[in-house]
């Protein structure tokens, strides 16, 4: 009877946790410089997307040192859709808590930290987005060492 039981426990478990999966659509990082994410630098991530159906989730991930001087990182992000649609967006990254705890994960001198930048969005043309993002500090350059895209198809 615990055997059963255990098992029946373990398969409920299994199928939850598969339930709920998102499937990867997009992961790529941009690296910067060694010497800093310079406030003229723009990381670009062409992303062809042809799923008009799905729900997606975007995320915008970072990665930085723990050198970095502020709480926060104001990044700009720009989306150009195939048949010309624009979006601009300002995005205030919360880095770290008003007590100074880190927000992102990572052990020693380097944080990750993803960010959900959009939720249940629909692409509703096929073809090629073009994801920019772009500091908006204006300091000449910050301890930000890779920005990435995510995106995540909701089943």
Request: with cysteine; glycine share 6%; proline share 5%.
């Amino acid at each position: 009877m615990k055997m059963k039981f255990k098992v029946s426990v373990l398969s409920m478990t299994i199928l939850f946790m598969f339930s709920c999966n998102n499937t990867v659509v997009y992961d790529v990082f941009c690296s910067v410089d060694k010497s800093g994410w310079k406030w003229n630098e723009k990381c670009e991530f062409p992303i062809e997307l042809n799923d008009t159906t799905h729900l997606h989730n975007i995320y915008i991930q970072l990665r930085h040192t723990i050198d970095y001087p502020m709480r926060n990182l104001y990044i700009f992000v720009n989306v150009n859709g195939p048949s010309g649609q624009i979006l601009k967006d300002t995005v205030n990254v919360i880095l770290a808590e008003p007590e100074g705890k880190w927000t992102g994960r990572g052990i020693g001198k380097l944080k990750e930290l993803r960010l959900l930048y959009r939720k249940n969005t629909i692409f509703k043309d096929p073809g090629t987005y073009m994801f920019i993002i772009e500091q908006g500090m204006r300091n000449p350059s910050l301890p930000v060492t890779d920005i990435g895209i995510r995106i995540e198809k909701i089943l």
